[in-house]
């Protein structure tokens, strides 16, 4: 069967099924079977493909039909300006946290050396991409899921960076170290009967999605915690829901934190509060 019917056949199937990137997605999940660039399927559309690949490719297929993310089926991600390792323990990293590295990296110059706290680290994507711009900076990175520590520490490995950043395995109610120059976090903030609304949900990690009741719990904990785990004068910049900017910034006022910047994502949703832990 040649390539160009076999992302037709494919198609139909995720077409049928309302998954509306079919197009890319079936390029996506073709190099991924034939081991090559989504370029050179492109240009190999008349190219026979053996037996066996035909079936990776629609067994590939089916897992997508169900709305599997494309991340998880192919095992990575990209984010900022790399690759990472992306599976069901983690969530997939989002462009809108690029919001989160871009506003940290505003924070530090080329050559500071400054030490940084993750909470909730997830795949790394934070961490390893600030990692990878600002060389003289160290990292802790805290999670309370192992299979997440253990793919982070992978990321990390692949990354170069194992010597920069420490990985415990922890809650940030359990968690107390040093004085950090700033902290980021982008926790769990769905509200809890919401996330069974979610796309993805019967594959990303709820422990990364669920925020409790009012979709503030874990976020009111890390701003708690930074208060004690940051300098004076140090800063937080914390991933928030589209409609928790009133709210959170409520409460970071009456834990005397400085509001500098909020700024909103790709969606125009408020997405990413930059604050100073002032005394
Ligand atoms: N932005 C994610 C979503 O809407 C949620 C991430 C989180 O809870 N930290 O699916």
């Given at each position: 069967m040649k390539i160009i019917n076999s992302l037709k056949d494919g198609g139909e199937i995720l077409k049928k099924n309302n998954i509306s990137s079919y197009k890319i997605d079936c390029e996506i999940l073709m190099s991924q079977t034939l081991n090559i660039s989504r370029e050179e399927v492109l240009l190999n559309l008349e190219r026979n493909i053996k037996k066996e690949e035909k079936e990776e490719f629609f067994n590939l297929i089916y897992r997508r039909r169900k709305n599997e993310p494309i991340a998880y089926i192919i095992n990575n991600k990209d984010f900022w300006r790399d690759k990472f390792i992306a599976d069901k323990n983690v969530l997939i990293p989002r462009p809108d946290s690029e919001h989160l590295v871009e506003q940290t990296l505003r924070l530090i110059k080329k050559d500071q050396g400054k030490r940084i706290l993750d909470v909730g680290?997830?795949?790394?994507c934070l961490s390893i991409s600030i990692l990878k711009e600002r060389p003289f900076c160290k990292f802790d990175a805290i999670d309370p899921s192992k299979k997440a520590i253990k793919l982070a520490k992978t990321n990390a490995k692949l990354h170069q960076l194992s010597n920069r950043i420490k990985f415990y395995k922890r809650d940030v109610d359990n968690f107390y170290n040093d004085k950090y120059d700033l902290i980021i976090s982008n926790p769990p903030y769905i509200i809890k009967h919401k996330?069974?609304?979610?796309?993805s949900i019967n594959y990303e990690p709820k422990i990364a999605l669920d925020g409790g009741l009012d979709g503030l719990e874990i976020i009111k904990k890390v701003i708690s915690k930074s208060k004690y785990l940051l300098k004076t004068n140090g800063k937080l910049i914390l991933e928030i829901g589209h409609d928790q900017k009133y709210k959170v910034t409520k409460f970071l006022k009456e834990k005397k934190f400085f509001i500098n910047n909020i700024i909103k994502d790709?969606?125009?949703?408020?997405?990413c509060v930059v604050s100073t832990k002032i005394n």
């Open positions: 680290v997830g795949s790394g996330i069974k609304y979610l796309d790709y969606g125009n949703n408020t997405r």
